[in-house]
């Protein structure tokens, strides 16, 4: 069973200038303002506070950088975690906006570590249109050693029924909740399976 044994923060970036020098396989979390990033990113490393959460959607401005170190009992892995900011939400400029998009997107586009793109949705808000967007971006930009991997938040929340709709219309949905920590070994096992190409 994989596990992690260590997280720390790295560092934060505002642009891909300044981001943590190549090499590490990164996990790249990319979601709406408030569909918990910074929550799911904790309950995956079992290190609460790790990742830094607020109040106010669309605060998080920052590429943030995480090395988390991995184990399958046998073997250790290490890889980053990049908590990128949400889109929507965000009350500021619209000058400003654009110029966090642009450095989000040369960091998404240009980025040589990045494996695997975590697109992180609301489970109870399954079909937004900026979803479906993101979702249509990333599969635009994809390179063939990289992988999409459609994560739902907030499972909790969920009625059977609102589960059997998901699995319907998303049959590789994985859903989890960083309150009960329900699916998040098998979201941990999915992002260990796809960047290492290892079954854990």
Do not use: C
């Not at 720390?8 to 790249?28: C, D, W």
């Not at 040369?106 to 992180?120: A, C, G, P």
């Not at 909790?156 to 589960?163: E, G, T």
């Amino acid at each position: 069973m994989i596990r992690v044994k260590d997280a720390s923060f790295i560092s934060s970036a505002s642009s891909l200038a300044n981001t943590t020098p190549e090499g590490l396989s990164e996990v790249a979390f990319i979601g709406r303002s408030n569909v918990g990033k910074s929550s799911i990113i904790n309950a995956l490393t079992n290190k609460k506070g790790l990742a830094k959460s607020s109040s106010t959607p669309g605060k998080t401005r920052l590429i943030n950088f995480f090395n988390v170190l991995l184990s399958d009992e046998e073997k250790d892995f290490t890889l980053q975690f990049v908590d990128l900011p949400g889109f929507g939400y965000a009350r500021v400029s619209h000058s400003m906006k654009e110029e966090w998009q642009k450095h989000l997107t040369q960091y998404i586009e240009r980025r040589i570590s990045i494996r695997v793109f975590v697109h992180l949705i609301d489970s109870r808000h399954p079909f937004l249109e900026s979803d479906k967007e993101v979702h249509a971006y990333l599969e635009g930009i994809v390179r063939p050693d990289q992988r999409i991997l459609r994560i739902f938040t907030k499972a909790d929340k969920l009625k059977q029924s609102d589960v059997s709709v998901i699995k319907k219309n998303y049959p590789d949905a994985i859903l989890v909740s960083s309150s009960s920590k329900k699916g998040i070994d098998r979201a941990l096992k999915a992002i260990f399976e796809t960047v290492f190409g290892v079954e854990s």
